[in-house]
Every structure is written in structure tokens, then in C-alpha cells.
């Protein structure tokens, strides 16, 4: 017989206990920003909660240094559930995108968890997910590892200016276009030079002109990372690193072959040579299980959030998590910690994501993916039914 599924108050009320820890968690991780794959501190300060709280941790994981593995093993075998932790900061906006929120958010739900259900069936895991920002793809890499091998669903949630059971994901690919040219004195010799720089923003502006003639959902968008070493100088080599992103893996990639044109179109033009290479693996679009996410939508809408449904056409930015939703049932559902019209990656969030409010919500994000976890552990429905729409390719969107 499985055990019966600790009710949402139970799980509220080890959450409360949890409060203090989770908010010292995420201030700790908040005042510390770290950049994709260096997020040491945040995988100590994690480990360590859960290592306290009797989960097996292992840190390092999959060849990825600052990504973990905590584990509590169950009373008898069961099925998985992986609560997946984000603790990478961005450049200039430190943790703008308020992942201090989702580490120390799904930390707490697993804690609670099994301090709710002692003797729990299954396995519950954390999952601690470094270099999810600036295409990091650490979800795609620890998978690809073998990290989540026997898993059966993939939880998190991320915070924002809205709660939402989900919205869309877009594919994205990370490319950097490298342009060679010839460097000379910019006054003595000017003709004696082909300008990499000049080839860049050629490049730029070929990207606008084809914004008209992409489809809507698409997104070009890029940085010059390297614009030459000095004004006198005409630049050798200067860079380009941008995203292509659309609805699916194949439109984004039809548009990468439009962008490698153009690249080489600017080449011939301005005298230099393109070189283009991905920085990263190729995130894909996401699919949202619906069983489970309507499961955390009913949780936290109980414990007093207005929730909204999947939006399919809300803003869409991309993660890694895409990559996951390919290959197991996941949830990514989003919490309101900022006033509405919050940007995302900002000054305002990363301030939002320090405040007792933000923490509050978080308390009840974790309660929502608590309660999953528990359902997919001791309701054997849950589990089929989440499988059941994964196996047929339903759920939104693709
Ligand atoms: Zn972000
Ligand atoms: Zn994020």
C-alpha cells in the first residue's frame, strides 16, 4: 500500500519551520552573485543544508564541478522525483533572474517533504543545476551524463512578475560570429587593412534588416564581444555572440543557416572572413507536463495564489529545462515575487528577489512542488497520468 500523501498544511507547516534557514539559503546566495559553472559557494551553502537535513549528497556531478546530487532514499522502491535547483547568476545584474529563490525554494519543498513523510516510498531528490544563464545548458549536460538517469519527473519553479502554471520556452541556439580581417595603422595605412569591426556591424545590421522576414515568434539577438583592441588599430578580429530563437529546434535552426549566410554575405563584402560556432548546446523548446503542473497550480492556488493558466503566448524566454522536457515530464511554472511589468534580468528583480515578500511567495512556490512531489511518490495515478501525457506527445507546446 503507498502512504498516504502528507496533506498541503502539513507540508506548510514544516515550511514554516524551514523559514529561517531557506531565507538565510537565499540572502547567502543573493549577496554572493556567481557566474555560470562558478557557483561554488551557492553549492556549498546548499549541500550543506541538505546534508544536515539527512539527504546522501554528492557535490560535483555529471563533470560539472559546481553542480550536486542530494538524495533521500525511501522506506521501499518507488518512483523518483528531482526538484531541480538554479543558483547562477548573470553579468552587471548579479541574480537579476532570482534564482537564489529556486535553489533555496526547492531545497526547502524537498526538506519538507521528508520531514513531512518520514517514511516515504521512492527517492527524493535535489538536483543542484549549475550554468542554466548565458547559454550554460547545464541541464542538457548533466543529462547527457547520465545525471538523470531514473528520474521520472523534473520539478522547479522560477520566479517573475506573475504566477503562471507555465508558458512557453523557446529553442535557442548560441552562436559566436568571429570575423578575421587584416589589421593596419587606421590613419598611416587605412587601405592597408580589412576591418573586422566594420564586418560586425555590417553583420548587426543584416540582422536587423532581416527582423521584417523572420517569423514573429523569433528572436535575433546579439553583443559585440569583441570590437578591436584600440582606436588606431584597424581591428584583425572582432566577434558577435547572439542568440537565434524560435517555437522549435528546427525553425531556430533554419534561421541559423539564414544567419550564417549573412555572416558570409558580410564577409565577401567587407574583405574578411566569418567563422561561426556555437557557444553552447542548442536549448530546445519546452514542453510543460500539464497533469503536474495543474497539480502545483491547485496546491499553491489553495494557499491563497492567483494563479493563471498556461499562457501560450506570453513572453518567452529559454532554459535548459527545455532540454529535460524531452526526455521526462518536468514543471516550470512561474511565481510572482516583483509588481506586474517587472522585467526579468533587471536591476528591479534582482532587488525584488531579496525582499520578505519574495521569500513568502517563495514559501508557497515550495509548498506547490512539495505537494507534487509527494503525489508522484505516493499517488501511482499521478505518476501514470504525467507519463501518459508525456508518452503522447501532449502537453504545451511543440
Ligand atoms: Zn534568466
Ligand atoms: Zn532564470
Not at 235 to 260: E, H, N
Request: hydrophobic share 45%.
Amino acid at each position: 500500500m503507498p502512504s498516504p500523501t502528507p496533506t498541503l498544511e502539513m507540508l506548510s507547516t514544516e515550511l514554516a519551520v524551514l523559514r529561517p534557514r531557506m531565507d538565510a539559503v537565499s540572502l547567502a546566495i543573493h549577496a554572493r552573485p556567481e557566474l555560470k559553472f562558478a557557483e561554488f559557494h551557492a553549492q556549498q551553502v546548499l549541500t550543506r543544508w541538505l546534508g544536515e537535513s539527512g539527504f546522501t549528497v554528492t557535490a560535483g556531478a555529471g563533470g560539472l564541478d559546481t553542480a550536486f546530487v542530494a538524495v533521500h532514499p525511501g522506506t521501499v522502491p518507488g518512483p523518483c522525483a528531482a526538484v531541480l535547483a538554479e543558483y547562477d547568476a548573470l553579468p552587471g545584474v548579479g541574480h537579476g533572474c532570482g534564482h537564489n529563490l529556486i535553489a533555496a525554494g526547492a531545497a526547502a519543498a524537498a526538506i519538507a517533504v521528508v520531514r513531512a513523510l518520514p517514511a516515504h516510498p521512492g527517492t527524493v531528490m535535489v538536483i543542484g543545476t549549475p550554468g542554466e544563464e548565458m547559454g550554460g545548458a547545464g541541464k542538457a549536460r548533466l543529462a547527457e551524463a547520465g545525471v538523470f538517469d531514473g528520474v521520472d519527473a523534473a520539478l522547479m519553479f522560477h520566479p517573475g512578475d506573475r504566477w503562471l502554471t507555465g508558458r512557453p520556452g523557446l529553442a535557442a541556439a548560441h552562436l559566436r560570429v568571429a570575423f578575421t580581417g587584416v589589421g593596419a595603422h587606421a590613419s598611416v595605412s587605412p587601405w592597408q587593412g580589412r576591418s573586422a569591426l566594420a564586418a560586425a556591424q555590417l553583420f548587426l545590421n543584416a540582422l536587423d534588416s532581416m527582423r521584417q522576414f523572420v517569423p514573429p515568434t523569433a528572436r535575433l539577438h546579439g553583443i559585440v564581444s569583441d570590437g578591436g583592441q584600440a582606436p588606431n588599430v584597424v581591428p584583425a578580429r572582432a566577434a558577435v555572440d547572439l542568440y537565434v530563437r524560435d517555437r522549435t529546434a528546427g525553425s531556430a535552426l533554419a534561421l541559423v543557416d539564414r544567419v550564417r549566410a549573412a555572416a558570409e554575405g558580410v564577409a565577401l563584402a567587407t574583405g574578411t572572413r566569418a567563422e561561426i560556432h556555437e557557444t553552447g548546446p542548442m536549448y530546445a523548446e519546452r514542453r510543460n507536463n500539464t497533469v503536474l503542473a495543474e497539480r502545483f497550480g491547485d496546491a499553491v492556488r489553495a494557499l491563497g495564489a492567483d494563479i493563471g493558466p498556461y499562457d501560450p503566448d506570453g513572453p518567452a524566454g529559454s532554459s535548459d529545462i527545455g532540454n529535460l522536457s524531452q526526455l521526462m515530464p518536468v514543471i516550470h511554472p512561474y511565481v510572482q515575487i516583483a509588481d506586474p511589468g517587472t522585467p526579468a534580468h533587471s536591476d528591479a528583480m534582482r532587488e525584488a528577489a531579496a525582499t520578505p515578500f519574495a521569500h513568502d511567495r517563495t514559501q508557497v512556490a515550495a509548498a506547490g512542488l512539495a505537494e507534487v512531489v509527494a503525489a508522484l511518490l505516493t499517488e501511482p495515478e499521478v505518476l501514470a497520468a504525467a507519463r501518459a501525457e508525456f508518452a503522447a506527445g501532449a502537453g504545451v507546446p511543440v
